[in-house]
């Protein structure tokens, strides 16, 4: 059975940081590149950073870059977005997700709140 877990999602404040994570399972993770994606209130999903398999290259949506950094460690099934210097408009609901045998999969998310 093929589960993707977000956590580490909660209220932080502008410029300050946070670290999600993504624990896979069901399926031969080093071998499927990953992507974190956010959906805020009354807008589209979107697609914030991709990483290959081997985790040696990674895309990010413009409006991250230089903030965000995602990782992955194939030892333990598991991604990571390190996220610096928040801002107001990454509040969202976070999602991992992930190509698994022709379908596309979602873990549950993880609310990330950007307030003072």
């Known amino acids: 059975q093929v589960q993707l877990v977000e956590s580490g999602g909660g209220l932080v404040q502008p410029g300050g940081s946070l670290t999600l994570s993504c624990v896979a399972s069901?399926?031969?993770?080093?071998?499927?590149?990953m992507t974190w994606h956010r959906q805020a209130p009354g807008k589209e999903r979107e697609l914030v950073a991709q990483?290959?398999?081997?985790?040696?290259?990674?895309h990010y949506v413009d409006s991250v870059k230089g903030r965000f950094t995602m990782s992955r460690d194939n030892a333990n099934n598991k991604v990571t977005l390190q996220m610096n210097d928040v801002k107001p408009e990454d509040t969202a609901m976070y999602y991992c997700?992930?190509?698994?045998?022709?379908?596309?999969?979602w873990g549950q998310g993880t609310q990330v709140t950007v307030s003072s």
């Open positions: 997700q992930a190509d698994v045998f022709g379908v596309r999969r």
């Open positions: 990483i290959t398999s081997t985790g040696n290259y990674v």
């Open positions: 069901g399926f031969t993770f080093s071998g499927h590149v």
